[in-house]
């Protein structure tokens, strides 16, 4: 033992400043149990001395040796408990740096396996590019050059070129930001419907607009495309489920040999910004040329007035669209696809049109999307009342509301579909 080797006056000045250390009023606040254990043996050993006089010098003096030889023994204890923690503390750091350089080398390895992929990849779609190239040289016109988005070109018109392109990349393409809004549920009964005629393929053409800088956006087709988009979606689950089973419907069998993959494509050249004949003619019509190209395709179309370019400004179509979108949203069953729907059925354009063309947003002072929807709430509780059990079954005019309509409208508290009076007042 360490003690042994000191001499009696060194080893009584040791017992003499641990014994008052440990007997300090805080001595119980020691690092470890093992500390306060010592501790409280101390203190025990000297208040029996202070008791039993003489003899309990002897025997304080065998327990200070006891006690000398327990904190040697605790003290060493506690250094080798703290090498074993420090030694762990070493041995973690370097498992956390070795997993570290592990994963760096992973993540290097990945990265040059992708690079190698893209590599691969850049010089097969070349390859294929070539072969395209070559076997267009066989049947088209050489002047005709391939588009870097849209592929293939078949035609080279003064005024446009003419493509064709698969219904995929025209859905990733946007829309001409004055176009009237997406419908997907118009889109969804456009597919259903198509699927009746596909012998015909896709009528017409989707028109696209070419800026100077190359960017393009569709001015009409949208829903066309929305519907391919859908079509497309469903001959991808067709051909997952023909690997897995037989299917012997006339109709998916058609529709897995819809062709989207050549759609005919009009693309419209934006006029050289520095032509001084077009610009001065742009400062007559106060228009972009997408917007005089849009009006005149949309002329002879169904379009609503909201919809036009310049009828109206963003925000006054933004309110109305929130506000019919809202209703639309908790009221489906209301709702129709059909521009020609029936009371008291409500068509999302109609809708819009309607709010619009009754200028009820400059009537009421209406400067908001919440505050049109509050509007109409109140309209819709006011003809609440107005078509209440008991009442006069008459709409606006001297039209009469039949029962079935009345029914549906309490059935689903949408009323405003009845008359349109409630525009008005």
Request: aromatic letters at 4%.
């Amino acid at each position: 033992a360490i003690t042994s080797t000191l001499s009696n006056d060194s080893l009584s000045e040791l017992h003499m400043s641990m014994s008052s250390k440990l007997m300090e009023a805080d001595s119980h606040r020691s690092h470890s149990i093992d500390e306060a254990i010592v501790s409280a043996q101390a203190r025990e050993a000297h208040h029996q001395s202070t008791k039993e006089g003489g003899e309990g010098v002897a025997n304080a003096t065998r327990q200070q040796q006891q006690l000398e030889q327990k904190i040697e023994e605790r003290a060493i204890k506690k250094a080798e408990e703290r090498h074993k923690l420090e030694l762990a503390l070493v041995e973690e750091k370097l498992r956390k740096a070795a997993e570290a350089e592990k994963e760096r080398i992973r993540n290097l390895d990945m990265e040059h396996k992708r690079e190698l992929k893209f590599a691969k990849w850049q010089e097969e779609a070349s390859r294929e590019k070539k072969e395209k190239r070559s076997t267009y040289a066989e049947t088209s016109d050489p002047a005709l050059d391939d588009h870097p988005i849209l592929g293939r070109q078949i035609a080279h018109l003064q005024t446009k070129r003419l493509y064709l392109t698969s219904a995929s990349t025209l859905a990733s393409l946007p829309v001409y930001e004055k176009q009237r809004a997406y419908r997907h549920e118009r889109a969804k009964v456009m597919a259903k419907d198509k699927k009746t005629s596909l012998w015909m393929g896709v009528p017409g053409v989707i028109s696209l607009a070419e800026e100077e800088d190359g960017r393009l956006s569709i001015l009409d087709g949208q829903h066309r495309v929305g519907m391919m988009a859908i079509l497309a979606e469903e001959q991808r689950r067709l051909e997952n489920r023909k690997s897995e089973e037989k299917n012997d419907n006339a109709q998916d069998d058609d529709l897995l040999h819809f062709d989207l993959d050549n759609i005919v494509v009009e693309v419209f050249i934006a006029r050289p910004s520095g032509d001084a004949d077009s610009v001065l003619e742009r400062k007559k019509d106060d228009r972009d040329d997408k917007a005089i190209i849009f009006t005149e395709i949309n002329k002879a179309q169904p379009i609503k007035l909201l919809d036009l370019p310049g009828v109206t400004d963003k925000k006054t179509r933004d309110i109305i669209d929130y506000a019919s979108d809202h209703f639309a949203d908790a009221f489906p069953a209301m709702f129709s696809t059909s521009q020609r729907c029936r009371a008291p059925n409500l068509n999302h354009d109609n809708l819009r049109e309607a709010l619009f063309a009754s200028e009820v947003l400059r009537r009421e002072k209406i400067s908001s999307g919440g505050e049109l929807v509050k509007w109409m709430t109140g309209k819709n509780d006011e003809l609440r009342e107005r078509y209440g059990k008991g009442m006069e079954l008459r709409g606006d005019g001297e039209r009469r509301i039949s029962q079935g309509a009345l029914r549906k409208a309490r059935k689903n508290d949408l009323y405003l579909g009845l008359d349109s009076t409630w525009l008005y007042k």
